[in-house]
């Protein structure tokens, strides 16, 4: 049996929203890589600091080396309890009883579990498996949606995605099978 992809036409807003995200993950992506960067210069700098001030402290004058520095850079030779005390503290979950916020979680915890498939090589084959996984994601977000979500216009769509997914995740371990891969 052979399945056909459709594409079916999303809603208007749908289309906008999607064109809206593509536009912006680029600039998006940009700012976090600042900010990223921003953070480390300043934990550098903060570490810079809290060694001066140790050398200080101690009577130690002048800088380490460059490779001694590159060293503590790199994390060589770091004992892992010596840092015990600077790891922040985890945030409060505000959403902690959420029970959607709860379901979108374990959700997208499984999903990408599922997506890291032993890769055989095959691009086409791994494609497929690693979209069966990402498909059925979609559709269990779709549900979650469905079951505690109010906006009719998102209901709609999660339902029309539940059907084009299942269509897709069809499609798929069909030419899985018929290409002699197994679906997982």
Do not use: C
Not at 28 to 55: C, M, N, P
């Amino acid at each position: 049996m052979s399945h056909t992809l459709l594409i079916r036409p999303l809603s208007k807003l749908a289309v906008v929203l999607a064109g809206g995200a593509l536009l912006a993950a680029p600039v998006l992506a940009a700012e976090e890589e600042t900010q990223a960067l921003e953070r480390i210069e300043q934990v550098e700098s903060e570490r810079a600091e809290a060694q001066q001030d140790d050398g200080e402290a101690n009577g130690i004058e002048g800088e380490t080396s460059g490779s001694e520095a590159q060293e503590e850079m790199m994390g060589a030779e770091e004992d892992p309890e010596e840092h015990a005390g600077h790891v922040a503290e985890p945030e409060v979950d505000e959403h902690a009883d959420n029970l959607a916020v709860q379901a979108y979680r374990e959700i997208a915890e499984r999903m990408h579990a599922d997506m890291q498939t032993e890769f055989s090589g095959n691009a086409d084959a791994d494609f497929a498996q690693g979209m069966i996984a990402h498909h059925q994601g979609a559709i269990d977000m779709a549900n979650v949606v469905l079951a505690h979500g109010e906006d009719e216009a998102i209901r709609d769509l999660a339902r029309e995605i539940i059907e084009t997914q299942e269509e897709e995740i069809a499609f798929l371990q069909d030419w899985l099978a018929q290409h002699g891969h197994e679906a997982e």
